[in-house]
């Protein structure tokens, strides 16, 4: 009798979860409308002919609604999870992908991102002046988490960035293994200087240089325009270019979702080796049985000499790269507008009076001391160092570790995802002739 | 296309779009940034209608070493204050007299009853003779008193940093105070983005405020009901542009009023409902991007105007045919 009731009563919850959902939602649009109704005061009504400047990042949110994104991701992270790994539905991921693409995409403007609060925690981590928001952190955070147990569900079908490079897939094409591993080294570079811009205060490269905001704000600047394009047409035949050769959030996701648990499978039940799975694939992520010929003993001990070699060269790159990077601190210190703008007027003091340069006519307005400046510019330089050197140690020991991972080959007798270059899309498993049951 | 080929456009691609990334950060350096698409062109606002012009400039009164900060004429003479003085001069300059007051004045209010300097926080009540009376009470931290105007009962001071009018009597005492907010929308209360907030009280014993940021002038009953206003944002001749002007005013003895704008420095002649009358001085004969000047004006119509970008009195005469 006390189950029944148990059972009526979570019945009842089940009926009201919708509705609370919907209130919820109602209560945050009409907060919103309000938030936004009340300005700070009323503009007064010119009539100039001066075309305003489209703001370059989308108008602040109240806290609700940026905790409401919050949610959004962690559904959207959750349902994704549930599709790949357990319901197995590439249509469910792709309907998925549609809503994330419309709401993190065109309705928030492509911003917040997790792709870019890999800028913010960076910056919170190395600034003590800026704190992070939470709904920020949190977008930065979650997408790791889910990854680490059921692997790259964020890029399957909630990234807005991999939604619409993943829908214009058309017709793929494979390229040799060699080139795709070149260029899947980019992201650690370009993850690397997105930190070491972000925690020095020179720059958000990341989202400045985003190919698809300028598409999902449907304005821009024309160069946003034309890579984002680019981007979207390579991807027809190259599938998700900006993913596969410059997104730096997937090499986190990738380290995260090697030691994934729960990650998707391409089979539910015993692989046949129809070799489908393979061939479905766009992005060459599907790893193939290995060859038994690795397990012959001479293979072996050439393939141990070289592991061994790969391993002693790993601190030797490290410290290298990090050599390398300290000594390119005073190059890498320009990208500062401040240490540039130092330089550009000591080199150039005749600048100093050309009223076209914005940025120095800006300087000067400040009110700060040429002295001020000089001093900023040369403690920034000395953070550089640091960062230059932490920069090249970490390009150095990733590279170490890529090397050395080519000659490790673990026994597979399946067809299987490679758990780190996989995005979960699940055409793998819309390919499989093999059912459940089987 | 072959598979090589592919790899070849693929590469090439990739490739391009690194380019055109490194090239735009390159391009976006301070020495090679192209110039602001945005600025906004304010060139053809300094011409001003020849016909307009009711005012020639016929003198200028040096004011050597005192920083001038604000100035008045009243009983036909130029009451100026700055630094650490006070000065009262005759309206050639003539016999000027030099009083030390507390430092840092920035307004000045000349009545019968005696002469009140503002400060940033405070003001000083002198007499005539100009023996310190009494330093009123602080307004607090966060006061910037601008401006000061009184009708011979009742002193009320802009307090810009608290956004309202605090009203004192004559012996100091606070009576009240008001933000210009009321319950209709004309009431929104002012709007002061920066230290640019004046009133007046003219010869019929009318206190106007003026609200910057709205571009408005309002009119306020001595306990500070709003009775009525206008404003005109615009970026004609007519109007008033940027964050907060006019920024001075003062008022001739027919109650039309006399505005300093800052930015696109001007000074203008309004009637008691905004209507347009003249232009005193065009954006030309002043500096450019400067402060608005401090203006005050005799029975006659000569306008004074306290330049602070050149630290002179400059005098504008009506023209003969006025």
Redesign the interface.
Known sequence: MKRRVNMHRKLNMQKRIPGFFILLFVIMVSATTLIQGQQRFPKPEFDSGYVQPDPTSPEPRSVALEYFDVFVLLAALSLASWLAVRKRSRKGLMWLSIFTLIYFGFYRDGCICSVGAIQNVALSIFDPAYTISLAALLFFLLPLIFALFFGRVFCASVCPLGAIQDLLVINPVSIPSWIRKTLGFIPVIYLGLAVLLAATGSDFIICRYDPFVGIFRMDGPFLMIFLGVTFLLLGTFYARPYCRVFCPYGVLLSWMSKFSKYHMSITPSECIKCKLCKDSCPFDAIEVPVDKAYRKPEVARKNLRRFVLYLALIPMLTLLGGWIGSKSHVFLSRMHPDVYLAELMISQPELREDETNLDIQAFLESGDTFEQLVEQAIVIRTKFKKGGLALGAFIGLVLGITLMNQVVFRRREDYEPHKANCFSCGRCMDFCPVDRGT | MK?RG??I???V??L???T??VV??LNN???R?S????A?KVEHLKDVDPELISHKETRNLSLGSLKGSALVYAEGKLFVVGDSTLVIMGTDGSEPKQFEIFPGPLSLLVQEQGIFVGYKRYVVQYDHEMKLVKQWADLGDRAVITNLAGNGEKVYVADAGNRKVTIYSQEGDVLGDFEGKSESEAG?GF?VPSANFDLVVNDFGELWVVNP???AMENYSDDGRMRGFW?N???DIDGF?GCCNPARITVMEDGSFITSEKGLVRIKIYDQSGQLLSVVASPDLFKEEGKAPDVSCDEKGVVYALDFDRNVIRIFEPKADE
């Open positions: 598979k592919l790899t456009v693929v590469l691609i990739v391009v779009i690194i055109v990334i735009d950060f350096r301070p020495d940034r110039a602001n698409p945005y906004l929104h709007i940021g709205k571009h404003e944002a615009s970026f542009l």
